[in-house]
């Protein structure tokens, strides 16, 4: 996985048999486009199926209509929510092809574009699949466990605290600071410990 531009991910495309184009590094951009928009800054590209009418998205799969390839190409491309902008059949002006923008890099990974050029990735026993990958950015092992270690004895500490201090002088204020610590240690409320995890992430490094 590595950080992506727009032009990464055009060439990658053009691995797969699709048009790239209306990018200063496919051929230029032509006009109609929008002159405070991405194409002319280097940061979109138009993408058009121009195989066979009838051909497999992917090699080994069913030869469908290039429209619907089309189609299909366009929704991924939303589905996946990586770019600035993703338009395709069904939006204005773009019938014939879709339309992505990114601004600057991303990262995103192999089995990602390869989803959305065919539709079809490999999961990790090696089995052609069409479930989307989830995107995996990287972030340091020892960092994550030491955060996630610290957030629970934090957690821990104030829970003995309360625990104490509600032994010792029990009120309404104990009782709904119980309850809220209670609900912040529960699965389904981790929004908290996220924000701990990532605080105390910075302060470790």
């Known amino acids: 996985m590595a950080e992506r531009s727009i032009v990464d991910i055009g060439k990658f ?3 797969y048999g699709l048009n790239v184009g209306e990018n200063p590094q496919f051929g230029g951009v ?3 486009h929008s002159p405070t928009g991405y194409h002319p800054t280097g940061e979109a590209i138009d993408v058009r199926d121009w195989r066979p009418d009838n051909a497999p998205a992917y090699a080994g799969g069913k030869p469908i209509p290039w429209k619907q390839r089309t189609g ?3 929704w991924r491309a939303k589905k996946l929510g990586l770019f600035n902008e993703a338009l395709g059949p069904g939006d204005p002006g773009h019938d014939t092809h879709v339309h992505l923008a990114l601004s600057g890099k991303k990262f995103i ?3 990602q574009l390869e989803w959305l050029a065919t539709g079809r990735t490999k999961n990790t026993e090696g089995q052609l ?3 989307m990958p989830g995107a995996m950015q990287p972030v340091p092992p020892q960092q994550t466990n030491a955060a996630n270690l610290s957030v629970n004895n934090l957690l821990n500490a104030v829970a003995l605290g309360m625990q104490l201090n509600y032994q010792q ?4 204020e104990d009782q709904m600071r119980s309850k809220f610590l209670g609900e912040l240690l529960a699965p389904r409320q981790s929004l908290a410990k996220q924000f701990l995890g990532s605080y105390l992430a910075k302060e470790l490094v």
């Open 13 to 15: 495309l053009q691995k």
């Open 30 to 32: 032509t006009g109609g």
């Open 72 to 74: 299909e190409l366009s």
């Open 109 to 111: 990974t192999d089995p």
């Open 129 to 131: 699949t069409d479930v």
């Open 169 to 172: 002088q029990p009120s309404v």
